[in-house]
């Protein structure tokens, strides 16, 4: 059974602080924390050797299907490395051995580290929260 990340916004799309949520319209002025600074999208995680299969409780649907576990994933724990058998649906992986990689609003692209620190992740992730930190 895939673990449940405690979500204090309940998945309500009004109090989502990222750039991609539900019924989403945002301009590049609504990114007060800065482009360079906020995550667009990222790398989901899927349990090893489960990519291809489609059989993740992360990875069971088409890439269009809206609002759901399959395209969304959430900021509020650290970045995980892909592990056999192991489904977190709703956090940000990769089966790289170094990071995940992640967009970020100004169209550039980094390797986060899985060890990165869990309040920097977050803050990353919210377009604004009124917390600017440079990305590693």
Same mark, same amino acid.
């Given at each position: 059974?895939?673990?449940?990340?405690?979500?204090?916004?309940?998945?309500?799309?009004?109090?989502?602080?990222?750039?991609?949520?539900?019924?989403?319209?945002?301009?590049?002025?609504?990114?007060?924390?800065?482009?360079?600074?906020?995550?667009?999208?990222?790398?989901?995680?899927?349990?090893?050797?489960?990519?291809?299969?489609?059989?993740?409780?992360?990875?069971?649907?088409?890439?269009?299907?809206?609002?759901?576990?399959?395209?969304?994933?959430?900021?509020?724990?650290?970045?995980?490395?892909?592990?056999?058998?192991? &489904?977190?649906?709703?956090?940000?992986? &990769?089966?790289?051995?170094?990071?995940?990689?992640?967009?970020?609003?100004?169209? &550039?692209?980094?390797?986060?580290?899985?060890?990165?620190?869990?309040?920097?992740?977050?803050?990353?992730?919210?377009?604004?929260?009124?917390?600017?930190?440079?990305?590693?």
């Amino acid at each position: 059974m895939a673990a449940k990340i405690n979500r204090p916004d309940g998945g309500l799309p009004d109090l989502q602080d990222g750039l991609i949520f539900r019924m989403s319209a945002l301009m590049a002025a609504a990114v007060r924390d800065g482009t360079a600074s906020t995550y667009l999208r990222g790398e989901r995680y899927v349990a090893g050797g489960q990519a291809e299969a489609g059989t993740d409780a992360g990875d069971t649907a088409p890439l269009f299907v809206g609002y759901s576990d399959d395209n969304l994933r959430w900021a509020y724990e650290q970045p995980l490395r892909s592990e056999r058998g192991v &489904s977190r649906p709703q956090v940000f992986g &990769s089966p790289h051995i170094g990071g995940v990689n992640m967009s970020f609003a100004d169209g &550039s692209v980094r390797s986060i580290p899985y060890d990165i620190d869990p309040t920097v992740h977050t803050a990353l992730a919210g377009r604004s929260d009124r917390i600017v930190v440079t990305p590693p």
